[in-house]
């Protein structure tokens, strides 16, 4: 039996040692896997860190267009602004003529101070008296007036209305 003994530990030990042997082959190729991919991951990381950078410059040059275009709009809707309200008040004055010319409120930014008052007081009379049904008339027609002269003035060319009704202060129509 005891030889047998000492062939089940010889065999146990043999096994041993392969199992050991097999292990370290596993572990060196596991070790070299490990490698690979590690430097896969470097190649993967450089080649990420490359489009960020690209993308980075690319994004620069957008957003500085993007600025000069925003500064090419600013001044342009700034020089519009600038037409309506300065010298030249047809985009202002049509507009209002349009929306609110009811009230004379495009007379008024004309400097028709008389003709504005006119139309603001015959529309406050309309409002008054729209219980009786006359001031419904009364304030319809100073919308009209104030429509037919927006639409006037929003039609004519910068120059004409200009001489027309800031130079030749033409009050009506």
Same mark, same amino acid.
């Given at each position: 039996m005891s030889d047998e003994k000492k062939d089940l530990g010889d065999q146990a030990e043999e096994a041993f040692d392969k199992a050991r042997e097999k292990a370290k082959e596993i572990k060196d190729e596991a070790k070299d896997k490990a490698e690979e991919l590690k430097g896969e991951a470097r190649e993967t990381f450089e080649k990420a860190k490359e489009k960020a950078r690209e993308f980075k410059e690319e994004a620069k040059e957008t957003g500085s267009e993007f600025k000069k275009e925003t500064k090419k709009t600013a001044e342009e809707f700034r020089e519009g602004?600038?037409?309506?309200?300065?010298?030249? +008040? +047809?985009? %202002?004055? #049509?507009? %209002? #003529?349009? $929306? !609110? #010319?009811?009230?004379? !409120?495009?007379k008024f930014v004309l400097g028709y101070q008389k003709e504005g008052i006119i139309? %603001? $007081?015959?529309?406050? !009379? /309309?409002? $008054? %008296?729209?219980?009786? /049904?006359? #001031? $419904?008339?009364l304030v319809w027609a100073t919308a009209l007036i104030g429509l037919i002269e927006g639409i006037i003035y929003l039609t004519k060319s910068d120059e004409e209305f200009y001489n027309t009704y800031q130079v030749g202060r033409k009050p009506w129509f």
């Open positions: 602004l600038r037409s309506a309200g300065g010298d030249n +008040k +047809k985009i %202002l004055a #049509g507009i %209002l #003529g349009i $929306v !609110v #010319g009811w009230a004379g !409120v495009h139309l %603001l $007081v015959i529309s406050i !009379v /309309g409002f $008054v %008296l729209s219980c009786i /049904g006359i #001031g $419904v008339f």
